[in-house]
Structure formats: C-alpha cells, structure tokens
C-alpha cells in the first residue's frame, strides 16, 4: 500500500493548477473566434460541400489554426481544430462536427494528453448543421465549453501529480 505524500500542500497545488488552466483556458478563449470563423466559412464553401459529399463512411476532414506561440512554460495550447465526420450509414448523410484543442510538447509539460475534443458539438444534415453553426449562442457556447473541459483537466492533472505518492517521487529522487 503506498503513502500520501506528506509534502503535499492544497494550497501549493491550487496555485499551480491556476496557472495552467487560466493559461491554457486563455488560449482557447482568444482564439475561439478565428475558429469559428472558419467553420461558418467552410460550411458556406461549396467545395468543402462537396468534399463532404465525396467521404466515406467514417471519413473525416480537418481544418485548424495554429495558436500564437507564448510562455512556453505554461502555455501549451498550439492548435484549436474543428473535424467533421461522416456517419458510416448506408441510408442517410448524418455528419458529426467535433472540436478540440491540441498541446504542444514542451520540456516544461509534466501533462500526458496530447489533446482535448467536444466530440459532436453538432450534429445532424450539412443544412441542419449549417443552421445550428449560425445560431446566436452557437460560438459562445462551444468556447464556454472547450474553455471549461480544458480548465477542468489541466486543474485535475496538475494536483494528481502533485499529489503523488511518495514511493514514486523517491524513485524519480534516486
């Protein structure tokens, strides 16, 4: 049965992981719009249409903008990415859009994720989604979300490892 680690301090541990997360949280917040821009963009394209149309089943296709890079101490966030997939159905053209966010790798990154998604933020037709992409609340709503879920996991993280046994930190010691 391992220990806790006695040098363990909350208070430590929650500085840190705000830090990370107001940090990684701000990149996603700053950029949200270009993305979304670029969604509502692609999904007017009659090209990008047609290249939906001409997927298989389970296909998928990929635009991302790359983030600015900053504090590479800190600041991991260097992709925001939208994806749209094709249903693998016989009967009915059904896409789902998926939205995420990819982390660099930094000597500074004690995190193992490679990258956070909302999988499906839309779903439905090119035209049903094409509608719900317009919607008011559409943009805020999915930055809102993507913002959380990456503040929620880099929180998480960073006070798991902070929390580590003290088995494993002697280990790393010697």
């Known amino acids: 049965m391992s220990k806790c680690n006695y040098n363990f301090d909350p208070f430590v541990a929650?500085?840190?992981?705000?830090?990370?997360?107001?940090?990684?949280?701000?990149a996603v917040q700053e950029n949200f719009h270009e993305l979304y821009l670029k969604l509502v963009e692609h999904f007017r394209n009659p090209e990008f249409i047609g290249k939906l149309h001409a997927l298989k089943g389970r296909g998928q296709v990929t635009v991302a903008i790359e983030l600015p890079m900053k504090n590479e101490a800190v600041r991991f966030a260097n992709k925001l990415w939208?994806?749209?997939q094709k249903s693998s159905s016989l009967y009915w053209e059904v896409y789902y859009v998926n939205i995420g966010v990819n982390f660099r790798k930094s000597t500074y990154s004690p995190f193992t994720f490679k990258k956070m998604?909302?999988?499906r933020a839309t779903v439905g037709t090119i035209e049903k989604i094409q509608d719900r992409i317009s919607a008011a609340d559409f943009e805020s709503k999915m930055c809102?979300?993507?913002?959380?879920?990456?503040?929620e996991c880099f929180s998480s993280e960073?006070?798991?490892?902070?929390?580590?046994n003290i088995s494993e930190?002697?280990?790393v010691e010697k």
């Open 14 to 26: 929650n500085a840190s992981a705000a830090l990370y997360c107001v940090e990684n949280q701000n």
């Open 117 to 119: 998604m909302l999988s």
């Open 169 to 171: 930190t002697e280990e």
């Open 144 to 151: 809102e979300e993507l913002g959380k879920y990456v503040y």
């Open 158 to 164: 960073t006070v798991n490892i902070l929390r580590r």
């Open 82 to 84: 939208f994806q749209v």
